[in-house]
């Protein structure tokens, strides 16, 4: 089975940032469109944001527009979520996949608080 593994997530202030990163030892990334999800308690997840195989194109949720950046590293092999301007409601964890998706990893936690 192959595994994302998510890391970066942490406890912040509202108005405060983060990076979030998505690597795989067994998967070159640099072959796969990857989407950022969350899940927020009792929420269905979510996307985020996602990025094709070229870094060329770039889709945010309304939600997030202007406030989050994806980004990829070929050379790491990691796919980047930077997350601006955070708020309350953006508190979730935070997972990252191919598109379409391998085995969902245990993703990482961001909590906003006011």
């Known amino acids: 089975q192959v595994h994302l593994v998510e890391s970066g997530g942490e406890s912040v202030q509202a108005g405060g940032s983060l990076t979030l990163s998505c690597t795989a030892s067994d998967l070159p990334l640099k072959f796969y469109r990857i989407g950022w999800f969350r899940q927020a308690p009792g929420k269905e997840r979510e996307g985020v944001s996602c990025i094709n195989s070229n870094g060329g194109e770039t889709t945010y949720a309304a939600s997030v527009e202007g406030r989050f950046t994806i980004s990829r590293d070929y050379a790491k092999n990691t796919v980047y979520l930077e997350m601006n301007s955070l708020k309350p409601e953006d508190t979730a964890i935070y997972s990252c996949?191919?598109?379409?998706?391998?085995?969902w990893g245990q993703g990482t936690q961001v909590t906003v608080s006011s």
């Open positions: 996949n191919t598109i379409p998706p391998q085995t």
